[in-house]
Nanobody, 124 residues
Framework: QVQLVESGGGLVQAGGSLRLSCAAS????????MGWFRQAPGKEREFVGR????????YYTDSVKGRFTISRDNAKNTVYLQMNSLKPEDTAVYYC?????????????????WGQGTQVTVSS
C-alpha cells in the first residue's frame, strides 16, 4: 500500500510558477513510476507527465513540454512538478499517481495509487 499526498497548489497569475509536491509513504517509493494528471471541471482526467522509477527519465504531454518539469527525490519519497509559464488553461485539480508497472503512462488505469489532488488556478 502506498499513500500519496499532494501539496503546493494555489492561485497564480498567468505567466507565473508553482511547484507541486507529492509525498509518498508506505512501500518502497523507488519501486514506483510516478505520474502527474490533472482534471478540469467537466473534463476527463488528463495525463501531464511521468517519471520512471529507475533512471528518472521523463515524458510529458505536448501541451506542457518546455514549461513543466517532473523530478523525484527517492531519499525523501517525494516527486515534484515544477510548473512555469502557467496559462489559464492549466487550471485544474492536479493528482499524482504511483504505478509498479506502467506500460502506457498516459492511461490512468496503469497506476495503482492516487493522491487526493491539489487545486491549481491560473488567472488571466
Amino acid at each position: 500500500q502506498v499513500q500519496l499526498v499532494e501539496s503546493g497548489g494555489g492561485l497564480v497569475q498567468a505567466g507565473g510558477s508553482l511547484r507541486l509536491s507529492c509525498a509518498a509513504s508506505g512501500r518502497a517509493f523507488s519501486d514506483y513510476a510516478m505520474g502527474w494528471f490533472r482534471q478540469a471541471p467537466g473534463k476527463e482526467r488528463e495525463f501531464v507527465g511521468r517519471i520512471s522509477r529507475s533512471n528518472g527519465s521523463t515524458y510529458y504531454t505536448d501541451s506542457v513540454k518546455g514549461r513543466f518539469t517532473i523530478s523525484r527525490d527517492n531519499a525523501k519519497n517525494t516527486v515534484y512538478l515544477q510548473m512555469n509559464s502557467l496559462k489559464p488553461e492549466d487550471t485544474a485539480v492536479y493528482y499524482c499517481a504511483a504505478g509498479r508497472t506502467v506500460v502506457f503512462p498516459t492511461r490512468p488505469g496503469n497506476y495503482d495509487y492516487w493522491g487526493q489532488g491539489t487545486q491549481v488556478t491560473v488567472s488571466s
